[in-house]
């Protein structure tokens, strides 16, 4: 028995019906898709570089002397590159795991703020920071933790204590990073949980409250439960980012006396390009090699 599947012709009118409603959504992607096939995508090409023995002026697809793995069997051999890789992973996981906690912390504490205006004003302060750039914030961080005229040791001398020099010792260092880091992106970062703790439903409280819980105990066992997809979520995403240190911050408060574990893989990247040696071929292959580690997460 031969049969027609009649239904077929309906479902592609259907489908083409869908997509022409859907369509200002997919024109709203577009610029989107050409951003990231122009910077993430096309600049792939250059992977290249990495099993040359690159040079510039031979242009990217010109006559260059491929030496395979050679690159980076050098880089694995130089002398600071284990110290840079430990750099990176100690000031990146710290960084996740502050930017975890404290945005969750605080998206817990703004939603038991009743008074709506004291919530928004401290909604609208802690968001700020997020949209300064690192090269204002680097700034104002020398300023304030100046040895000499900063603000911070101003009020530790006035009880006795002596200057420290926070971005100058390499033990404080990354200590200061991190918590530089957490500071500016935390308020930005707790959007996210207010969202979720609003989507918690309301009557799982008054349940919570006929049966005694106290406030502890029903942020304990509701709204954490609440949040625990977010959660995992954006602990699931930042491990894409455990090589990333943050290139703008330590940039631009990074110094000689604190190279030793202040250095990351990023910003040595950087230098192995466009420093003193000019190596383009051993700075794609640190890249490389950081991009390959990055992908499985």
């Known amino acids: 028995m031969v049969t027609h599947n009649k239904a077929l012709p309906g479902r592609k009118k259907t489908a083409l019906s869908t997509f022409k409603k859907e369509l200002i959504f997919h024109l709203m992607t577009l610029p989107s898709i050409v951003f990231v096939i122009i910077f993430n995508y096309i600049p792939m090409a250059g992977i290249i570089i990495a099993f ?160 005694g819980a106290s406030k502890w105990q029903q942020i304990w066992h509701i709204t954490l439960p609440g949040m625990r997809m977010i959660i995992t979520l954006m602990a699931l995403l930042g491990l894409g980012n455990i090589l990333n240190g943050g290139f703008e911050q330590i940039f631009n408060l990074l110094n000689n006396q604190v190279l030793r574990t202040g250095e990351i893989l990023d910003t040595y990247i950087y230098k192995l390009a466009f420093g003193i040696s000019t190596n383009y071929s051993l700075s794609a292959a640190a890249g490389l090699f950081k991009s390959v580690i990055s992908t499985p997460y």
């Open 52 to 211: 040359q023995k690159f040079v510039p002026a031979r242009g990217l697809f010109g006559d260059q002397t491929f030496v395979g793995l050679e690159n980076f069997a050098y880089l694995f051999k130089l002398p600071n590159f284990v110290q840079i890789i430990k750099n990176t992973l100690v000031i990146s996981f710290f960084k996740s795991m502050l930017g975890l906690l404290v945005p969750i912390t605080v998206a817990i504490m703004l939603n038991e703020v009743k008074i709506k205006l004291f919530k928004g004003t401290v909604q609208t302060l802690i968001y700020l920071p997020y949209f300064i750039s690192w090269v204002v914030v680097a700034s104002m961080m020398i300023d304030i933790l100046s040895p000499n005229a900063g603000l911070v040791n101003g009020i530790l001398n006035r009880f006795g204590i002596e200057s420290i020099y926070f971005l100058g010792d390499e033990k404080l260092f990354p200590y200061v990073m991190v918590l530089s880091d957490t500071w500016k992106n935390f308020g930005y970062g707790s959007i996210i949980y207010l969202a979720a703790i609003t989507g918690i439903d309301l009557n799982l409280y008054e349940a919570a409250k006929i049966d």
